[in-house]
T-cell receptor, first 114, second 113 residues
Framework: AQSVAQPEDQVNVAEGNPLTVKCTYS??????LFWYVQYPNRGLQFLLK??????LVKGSYGFEAEFNKSQTSFHLKKPSALVSDSALYFC????????????FGKGTRLHILP | EPEVTQTPSHQVTQMGQEVILRCVPI?????FYWYRQILGQKVEFLVS????????KSEIFDDQFSVERPDGSNFTLKIRSTKLEDSAMYFC???????????FGPGTRLTVT
């Protein structure tokens, strides 16, 4: 069965510092991996995905994520955090069948401190 | 850019009442989904729908829930007799047939009083 773990409920980072939000996954077959962001009282906004190819994936708003097959991880990163990056971040995984559902992690709340 | 839309944005209903949440997926997508998020918590899969029938449903999707694609464009989620614990944000999603990416709607906030 597919699963996603986000080990941190909350991450605090000072503005301008690099940030990392951790995610590990478990899936049979090749993983399709995603990061979504949710701002207060808003919907899910797609940030980036890994399907195949380069392990380093670049996405919206300067975010990137590194796929590590041996560690089954897909950590979200940004070189320099902005206060406006404060939000709830969800890692998600789906199987390789086109109609597979997405399984979400529990979310990590990112606080960027000015 | 095409997007998934959902109406209403917020629905308040009394316990025991029926509600219908509406979604308009992106027009050439074939697979449709409903997810639920209780406030500030994890996003949970409810049901997937393909070729006018349910492909998969979770344990949350009990007999009180049903889905329909009545006219080839709308995709609806009906809750027959709402309970307090149905209060949540409900997201609709559809899948791009090429990129396999799920596009989410903005959500409907359901409040059951």
């Amino acid at each position: 069965a597919q699963s996603v773990a986000q080990p941190e409920d909350q991450v605090n980072v000072a503005e301008g510092n690099p940030l990392t939000v951790k995610c590990t996954y478990s899936v049979s077959g090749n993983p399709y991996l995603f990061w979504y962001v949710q701002y207060p009282n808003r919907g899910l906004q797609f940030l980036l995905k890994y399907i195949t190819g380069d392990n380093l994936v670049k996405g919206s708003y300067g975010f990137e994520a590194e796929f590590n097959k041996s560690q089954t991880s897909f950590h979200l990163k940004k070189p320099s955090a902005l206060v406006s990056d404060s939000a709830l971040y969800f890692c998600a995984v789906r199987g390789e069948n086109r109609d597979d559902k997405i399984i979400f992690g529990k979310g990590t709340r990112l606080h960027i401190l000015p | 850019e095409p997007e998934v839309t959902q109406t209403p944005s917020h629905q308040v209903t009394q316990m025991g009442q029926e509600v219908i949440l509406r979604c308009v997926p992106i027009s050439n997508h074939l697979y449709f989904y409903w997810y639920r998020q209780i406030l500030g918590q994890k996003v949970e899969f409810l049901v997937s729908f393909y070729n006018n029938e349910i492909s998969e449903k979770s344990e949350i999707f009990d007999d009180q829930f049903s889905v329909e694609r009545p006219d080839g464009s709308n995709f609806t989620l009906k809750i027959r007799s709402t309970k307090l614990e149905d209060s949540a944000m409900y997201f609709c999603a559809s899948v791009d047939r090429v990129a396999y990416e799920q596009y989410f709607g903005p959500g409907t906030r359901l409040t059951v009083t």
